[in-house]
């Protein structure tokens, strides 16, 4: 009589075997984890798959390095699957939608086959499968307008977190990621009423996706049809997570394209001119406000230096408002703030305080380092002496607001070279 092989030689190796039986018996031997590298590295090669492999090949999508879902054989995969699927199991659909929802963002040669492939098979072969329901119902999830019905039900939920919550998308895959643009666009318009709510989820859940979602929402703003108007709401959220966007100091505003960029800028520029002229000139200045504003489109750039009085200095709304790029005036009457603004090529500064004259300095005289890196200025670097060619007198105030900002644009113009441009005047708002 033969006796088997028991394929094991030496008395440690059989210990082990006696042990090993002893635990399965007693069924406290855990069951070897199912290895979906080694199917997909098999698959690939093009190994006669067990049932139980072919059971498990949809789990397997995007196991392997490089997964499945990236390699030229996914289309044979995708063969299997259905044929599984045409014998009535459901376990291909359920696998590929769990493997689809665990993609991350990115590029991906697969997930568009990947997707078709669920989005026309759901449907046909998803019903009387109770595992299935919830995505037979959101099918179109997985269609070419998948991002934008997500978005919708998102915004029509109770909040954008329960929204996404019942969609059953996790919110770093990337459908959820792909919603954001359109979620981005709609708040800053038609949603508006879901701007705040929408804006503490990016926080809490996807903060690395902010630069991109308010790019989409500042070029919204700029289709035809829209207005460039400055929305506070909006501006204060890109300022406390992006900055100042003429500084960058994170180099997130360069993966922001340069029009919602140069928009970003400008409402900045906006905020810090009426913040000057409104609440750092005592009694405001009506007469510079309304020339500022009506070449707002020409003012690169505006940083503000706020004097040493505590009404200024110390409030909390004005230090709210200039933010993080707060500067100060040393040297000058605790009254007296400055204010900076780029014109062309031309850095132009004017003083709270009315009786102070203009002064204009080319930008290179004065690089940038200068109007950006100081914390404090000192009044005297701003004033380079009074016989300057580039110091410009204010016409009498008591004239009216169109020829005093008419009046002051041809002086700015005489003294900066003929360099300063000529707006087209029409009566003070």
């Known amino acids: 009589m033969k006796h088997r092989s028991l394929g094991f030689t030496g008395p440690e190796k059989f210990a082990q075997a006696l042990a090993d039986l002893e635990e399965r018996a007693a069924g406290t031997k855990e069951k070897p984890a199912y290895d979906y590298s080694d199917l997909v590295e098999r698959f690939s090669q093009g190994a006669e798959l067990s049932r139980l492999d072919r059971r498990k090949l949809a789990y397997a999508l995007t196991e392997g390095m490089p997964p499945l879902l990236e390699r030229p054989v996914l289309p044979q995969a995708l063969e299997e699957m259905s044929q599984s699927l045409r014998s009535g199991s459901s376990q291909p659909l359920a696998g590929a939608i769990f493997c689809l929802l665990q993609v991350r963002p990115g590029a991906s040669t697969g997930l568009d086959l990947l997707r078709q492939w669920v989005n026309e098979n759901l449907k046909t072969y998803g019903p009387g499968h109770p595992l299935l329901e919830h995505w037979i119902q959101h099918a179109d999830l997985f269609g070419p307008k998948g991002p934008d019905i997500l978005a919708e039900l998102m915004l029509r939920a109770s909040s954008i977190s329960e929204g996404l919550q019942a969609s059953r998308v996790p919110p770093h895959c990337w459908l959820a990621e792909e919603a954001l643009p359109n979620l981005g666009r709609w708040t800053a318009v038609e949603w508006h009423h879901k701007r705040q709510d929408f804006y503490g989820f990016l926080e809490a859940e996807l903060p690395h996706s902010i630069a991109r979602t308010l790019d989409a929402a500042l070029r919204r703003l700029l289709e035809p ?16 997570h992006l900055g100042h966007p003429s500084l960058d100091h994170k180099g997130l505003w360069q993966t922001v394209s340069e029009p ?7 409402w900045v520029n906006e905020k810090n001119i009426k913040l000057f002229y409104n609440h750092l000139v005592q009694a405001g200045d009506k007469h510079r406000l309304h020339f500022w504003m009506q070449y707002l489109d020409l003012v690169d750039d505006v940083r503000i230096a706020v004097g040493a009085n505590d009404s200024y200095s110390s409030n909390p709304e004005i230090s709210q408002a200039l933010g993080k790029e707060i500067a100060y005036l040393d040297y000058a009457e605790s009254s007296v703030s400055a204010v900076f603004l780029k014109v062309g090529g031309w850095w132009i500064v004017e003083f709270s305080q009315v009786g102070n004259a203009t002064f204009g300095y080319r930008a290179e005289h004065k690089p940038a380092d200068f109007w950006w890196k100081s914390v ?3 009044i005297y670097s701003l004033k380079a002496g009074v016989d300057w060619p580039h110091r410009v007198i204010h016409p009498a105030r008591k004239l009216p607001d169109s020829d005093w900002r008419q009046g002051y644009a041809y002086r700015l113009r005489d003294a900066l070279n003929n360099e300063f441009p000529l707006a087209g005047f029409v009566p003070g708002p």
Request: aromatic share 12%.
């Open 260 to 266: 919602s960029r140069a928009l970003a800028r400008k």
């Open 376 to 378: 404090r200025y000192s």
């Open 225 to 240: 049809g829209s207005s460039p108007s400055r929305v506070p709401e909006i501006e204060a959220f890109f300022l406390k």
